[in-house]
Every structure is written in C-alpha cells, then in structure tokens.
C-alpha cells in the first residue's frame, strides 16, 4: 500500500512537474497567437459602433448633422489609412505596434467620453475630429500587428486566416453591444468609454503573445482553421439570435449578463482548439521520432550558379540600371496583369481607376448608410434599443459578407473560371436594395436594410484586396493594398458630409420653419419622419448602382485573364525552388 501511494505520489508530481512546461509552450506557440489575435481583431471593430453612439454627441455636444457627419469622415479616415502603421511594424517588433495601437485607442475614444460627459470643458469640432481619427486609426496597428503576423506565421493558409480574422472584427460591434448592455445598461454615453478600455487592455494582455514563429509544417492545419470556422459562425448565428430575442422581449441585467457569458464562452473556445493543437505538438516532441520539420525553401547552389553563368558579364549591372529607372520610364510600359507591377504602373492604369471608382461609389454610400443608422431609427421613430439591433445587425452580417465573398468567389474563380470583379457587381447591386429600404421605408424595413447593407459592406472589403492583389501582383501589395483603401474615406466623405449630411439638416430646417422657429432656438437639429433622408439614400442607390456598371466594365476588361490559371506563376515559383 505504501508502494502503491509512493507511486501514485510520483506520478502526481511528475505530472505536475511537466504541466508548467506545457502551459509555456502552449502560450509561446503559434496556435495560442491565433487564439489571442481572434481577440484582439474581435475588440479592433470599434468604428462599426458609430451608429449607436453618435446621436450622444451630436445631443452633448450640440452638433449638426453635418458636423456629426464630419466625424464620421474623420473616423473613416482614421481607420482606412493604415500606411503610418505598416511603415512602423517594418522597423519595429510585433509588441511595439500593439502597445502604440493600445495607447491611440485609449487616449482617442477616452477623450471623447470626456467631452461628451462634460467632464472637460466643450472641445472644438477640430479636437473631435482629431480624436476619433486617432481612436480609429488604432484599428491599422492591430491589423499589422496581428493580422499580418499571422499570415506571415501560416503562410500556406493565409487566405482562410485573412477571412477568419476580418471576420471577427465584424462580429465586433454586435459582441460590443451584447457587453455595453450588460455591464452598462441602455447608457450608451458608456459605450464610448467601453470601447476605449476593452480593446486597449486586449492588446496589452496579449502583447508577448503574438510575434513571428519558426514555421512547422503540419498536414492538418486547414482542418483546424475549418474548426475554428465553425466556432466563429456559431458565435454569429448565436448573436444574431439574440439581437432578435431582445427585440421582442425586455431582457433584464441578468439576463444580459447571461447572453454575455455564452458569447464569452463561444470566443475562448477557440483556446481550447488552440490547446489541443499545441499538445499534439508537444507529444510529438517528446517521440524518438522527427518532430514537425521546418518550412525552408532554398535553392540549389549548382542551379544559381548555372543560372548566373548563363548571363553575360554585364548582365547585372544593365538589370541594376533598369531597376532605378524602371520606376517612372516604365510607367506606361506596363506587364501583363498578374504580373508584379510597380507603384506607379499600377495606380496610372486603367484596371486601377476603375477599382477606385468602384470602391469609392460602393463602399462610401455603404459607410455612409452605416454611420447615419443611428439617426436613420431616429428619424423613423424607433426606441434607442432597437436602434442598437440595427449595428448589430450590420456587424453579423458584416461577417458574414466577408466569410462568404471569400470563400464563394475563390471557388467559384477555381471551379468555373468566374472573374471575381463579377461578384463585386451583384454586391453592388445588392447594396442598391438596402439604400432603397431606407429611402423609402416600410414597417421593418429597416431591418432588412441593414442585414443587407452589412452584407454587402463586409463582402466588398476582401473582394478589394483579393482583386488588387491579382491584377497587380503581390510585390508592392501592401502599398496598393493601402492605396486602394484610400477611396474609402474619400467617398465617405463626399457621400456623407457633403451630401447626407446637408439634405438631413436642409429637411430639418424645414421642419423648424414650419413650426415658426429660428435655428438658434434649437440645440440640435433633428428630423422626423421618412422624408428626412429619401432623397439622400435615393442618391446613394443611384452612386452605387453606378458603381456596379463601372465593375462590369472591369469584368468585361478582364475576362480573358481570369480564363486562364491566374495561380500558375506561384506554382512554377515552387517547383524551381
């Protein structure tokens, strides 16, 4: 018996001696910084949110809707140009641009929670602007510091962890809501000081966690990110559940709090897959056997060597001199498509101008059409919580447009040769439908208009990147990739500021000539009924619907090439190395 227990006594201690090891190497390993990035990206979709509390400080703060839509540009502004983030994670470690990202978002929204509380006193509009353009533009640091390194530490699967990833940050403003309720009630002046907080302290949790990795080749890798699909697509349809269960019953704290526990769960489910993984690693080590090989791709030396004695002498210096003038004497010399182009080439093509007049006619009415929801429910005379269901709304659908573009497009590209640009037409055109919801509405319509405006708005996102990326190849990616995103503010702002917002005020002043009264009378200028913003969206229906015929034109210009196999270079790359 005293054998027996002295055994038993071992074993505990020897489990527990190799517990520690595996808890370290669970929380340096690649699959634990997917998990952390899932969280990090599902706290970085804060501009979604704009909707629910922006009537908060255009009511504190005493602002126009033009004004109000000003900041809206700002913020748009803030979280499309991403360049100052992606010049910094090429200097600096993985750590850094978390932290800097996780003080802008703090410092930005915390000082709007200020002066839309009074706690300081009333900023100018110039301040505002600053703030929520800096607040936003936190999201670009988590993008480069998670984002990015997760693609560069699973580079074979990059294309489902982009969609994984991008997904969860449109999930984020319906798990945003579902918590603000929760801890926080109907005040949705607390929101702002929520999503100042949360993803702040997401990022400094996770801040070691998330860094480059040796790469190991593992066969099963697409099944767990299938598996992690699946979690993320539960979560969603879990959400969207509850946005339409709170709708038609009075949910109590508690039974908030309870609706965020299940979510709660559903994201760190994840971390179970995550450990479940790196233990299957861990075993692995522990074998006689080889472990999990690195990825390293080399050339031989006899075939470099063969390669370099083939050229003439004064090959490489002519290649050299091609090289620094390439830039601009080639700027209209430009290859065939797929090919690498350069900066310039790609942005003075035609390929390119019509992405951006697509880009800017779609996904500016879109952004639009989001930030003005929270007066569009306003205006149609829905109560503040059922305007809340309407950002969630977009945001789970938001999702969902992004995991579908992704996927569907790729296969439909890889089965039946179906240009991609084709599928950005009829999102366009679905788009047109969620404008006109809301330009000329009916009992609960606008429910319908946001599911499809969320839609749409997520699936021209990844349908961008993807397109860019094939044309233009993928040498200056990342500054074409922040190029193309440029459009996106710019039609913001034209659509919003310049066109959105002064219809709203122009029928809200109306309203106040009808009723006898001068603006300065009023703090606010607001407008009830379906005519504050008829004209405006039947506008953005008509941009979009223009959009959608310029894509065509992109679709009909690049039918041959997506006829052929657009992947056979990497293919061919692969095989020489």
């Not at 075939?303 to 004695?309: G, V």
């Not at 004497?329 to 951006?356: C, H, W």
Request: net charge positive; aromatic share 12%; hydrophobic share 50%.
């Amino acid at each position: 018996m005293a054998k027996m227990g002295g055994s038993k006594a071992s074993n505990g201690s020897r489990k527990n001696s190799e517990l520690l090891p595996f808890a370290v190497h669970v929380v340096q390993g690649r699959w634990f910084s997917v998990f952390a990035s899932f969280l990090i990206m599902a706290g970085a979709g804060a501009t979604y949110l704009f909707g629910v509390y922006s009537k908060q400080i255009k009511s504190s703060l005493g602002y126009d809707q033009t004004t109000l839509n000003l900041l809206g540009f700002f913020k748009d502004l803030g979280a499309n140009v991403g360049v100052l983030s992606g010049l910094i994670g090429e200097v600096t470690p993985t750590w850094f641009v978390l932290l800097i990202g996780s003080a802008m978002n703090f410092a930005g929204y915390f000082m709007i929670w200020l002066a839309v509380t009074a706690k300081i006193p009333k900023p100018k509009v110039w301040h505002m602007c600053l703030y929520i353009c800096i607040g936003a533009n936190s999201q670009n640091f988590a993008n480069t510091g998670a984002l990015v390194t997760c693609v560069k530490n699973f580079p074979a699967s990059r294309g489902v962890m982009l969609g994984l990833l991008k997904g969860f940050t449109g999930l984020s403003g319906a798990i945003f809501t579902q918590i603000y309720l929760a801890v926080y009630g109907n005040n949705s002046k607390s929101m702002i000081l929520l999503i100042a907080w949360l993803p702040a302290a997401l990022s400094v949790v996770f801040v070691y966690t998330i860094r480059p990795m040796k790469l190991v080749r593992q066969p099963n890798e697409l099944r767990v990110f299938y598996h992690f699909l699946y979690v993320s697509i539960a979560l969603a349809l879990f959400l969207m559940a509850m946005i339409i269960v709170q709708k038609q019953v009075s949910f109590s704290q508690a039974a908030y709090a309870g609706s965020v526990t299940v979510v709660c769960v559903f994201l760190f489910v994840p971390l179970g897959i995550a450990i479940r993984e790196e233990l299957l690693l861990w075993n692995l080590k522990k074998q006689p056997g080889d472990p999990p090989t690195e990825l390293t791709i080399e050339k031989a030396p006899q075939t470099i060597e063969a390669k370099e004695d083939a050229l003439p002498s004064n090959s490489s210096k002519e290649q050299k001199q091609d090289r620094k003038i390439s830039c601009f004497a080639d700027i209209f010399n430009k290859p065939e498509r797929g090919e690498d182009y350069t900066i310039l080439q790609a942005l003075l093509s035609v390929d390119m101008l019509i992405l951006f007049i697509a880009t800017l006619c779609g996904l500016g009415s879109s952004l639009t059409a989001v930030d003005n929801l929270g007066q569009i429910g306003e205006s149609l005379g829905y109560p503040t919580k059922t305007i809340s269901s309407f950002v969630s709304l977009v945001s789970i659908w938001n999702y969902f447009g992004r995991v579908f573009s992704g996927f569907v497009s790729e296969s439909l590209l890889v089965k039946w040769k179906v240009p991609r640009p084709l599928m950005m037409t009829f999102v366009l055109l679905l788009s047109c439908a969620g404008h006109l919801l809301i330009a000329f509405p009916a009992p609960g319509s606008v429910y319908v208009a946001s599911v499809i405006i969320g839609f749409s708005f997520g699936a021209q996102l990844p349908l961008l990147f993807a397109i860019i990326s094939e044309l233009f190849g993928l040498k200056y990616y990342s500054t074409l990739f922040n190029c193309g995103q440029l459009a996106s503010p710019l039609g913001s702002y034209i659509l919003n500021v310049k066109v959105t917002g002064m219809l709203y005020d122009r029928e809200a002043l109306k309203e106040l000539a009808k009723k006898g009264m001068a603006r300065s009378s009023v703090k606010e200028l607001i407008c009830l009924g379906s005519q504050c913003y008829r004209l405006a969206f039947t506008i953005l229906a008509s941009i979009t619907f223009f959009g959608a015929l310029v894509s065509l034109v992109l679709v009909i210009r690049t039918r041959e090439f997506y006829k052929g196999d657009i992947y056979k270079k990497f293919t061919e790359d692969a095989e020489d190395a």
